[in-house]
């Protein structure tokens, strides 16, 4: 079966709803046979749980992988009101998403893609994550300073670029329909020059599909993170996947990430990890890691649960 088949399923599916802290209804896929590795994936910003078809599509034949639309996208509720949007929110959803799914005791390798990989950050201090989280992988994502080095105009950093790139981020203009133009500005923004023309496709008809208030309110979010504290908390094994032409978390960002987490880092690697752990930058992939590039990140995910989660310890 091919990794980047997003409609191919022949693995056993299951659907549930977690229920957050604030009691947000949080929407839960769980494929693959139980008593296999578990994996948890969490998407980004404007994603939903189709963001990670391709590593369903691979994983799901011999791991249990654990999927969830974050809060506001995809089949899971927007909180009520303006306090349902922050990164403790975040952790919550995770907490409940883990007690859901997960045995006591039971461990997983973890993965988030940009806000989901804050997600994890954000959990870091929580018992249930200290629980269950065997190893982590951090996709495209950063820890703080978004706003100012990300990488949206072409200008020398500083007041007006930060302005810019503000404005840009929490425009209120309606994304519209999917459009030769919008994936060239989407293509721009969040991929890297050489993305295949149907993954641009597919992560447009993702990206659009999120509803323009949970859109902007999460970009105000994103606008004032500071996780510096939370990541070294992070005390488990972790890897750090980022693309060399991301504009939206920039490989600065994802160099200062690995250098502040806790748990040694091991060797850094160029389009491909030399160990299950550290720093890897995949020349030319932009923002969407996981879709531009299923094969390196759904590798990154197999060491981790190779190296850290064995079946015999899954199950037991």
Known sequence: MS???????????????????????????????????AVVLAHGWTCSIRFWAAQLADLAADHRVIVYDQRG????????????YSTDALADDLEAVLAATLEPGERAVLAGHSMGGMTLMAAARRPAFREHAAAVLLCSTGSSRLVPEALLVPMRPGRTRTWLNRRI?????????????????????????????????QAARIV????????????????????????????????V????????????????LAAALPEPAG?????GPTGPT???????????????????????????????????????
């Open 3 to 37: 990794p980047t088949s997003p409609t191919s399923r022949p693995h056993k599916e299951r659907e549930l709803t977690a229920v957050s802290a604030d009691g947000t209804h949080v929407h839960v896929e769980v494929h693959g046979e139980e008593g296999r590795p």
């Open 73 to 84: 996208h995809g089949r899971s509720a927007a909180p009520a009101g303006r306090s349902g």
């Open 169 to 201: 981020l929490g425009s209120r203009v309606p994304l519209g329909p999917v459009t030769p133009l919008s994936k060239r500005i989407l293509r721009y923004g969040t991929m890297g020059p050489g993305a295949a023309p149907d993954r641009v496709a």
């Open 208 to 239: 659009h599909a999120c509803p323009r208030p949970v859109r902007v309110a999460w970009a105000h979010v994103l606008g004032t993170l500071d996780l510096d504290a939370e990541v070294r908390e992070l005390r488990v094994p972790t890897a």
């Open 241 to 256: 996947i980022v693309g060399s032409a991301d504009r939206l978390t920039p490989p600065v960002r994802a160099r200062v």
């Open 267 to 271: 060797p850094t690697g160029s389009n």
């Open 278 to 316: 550290g720093l890897t930058e995949l020349t030319g992939v932009g923002h969407m890691t996981p879709m531009e590039a299923p094969e390196a990140v759904t590798g990154a995910i197999r060491s981790l649960v190779g190296t850290y989660l064995s079946e015999k310890e899954d199950v037991a």
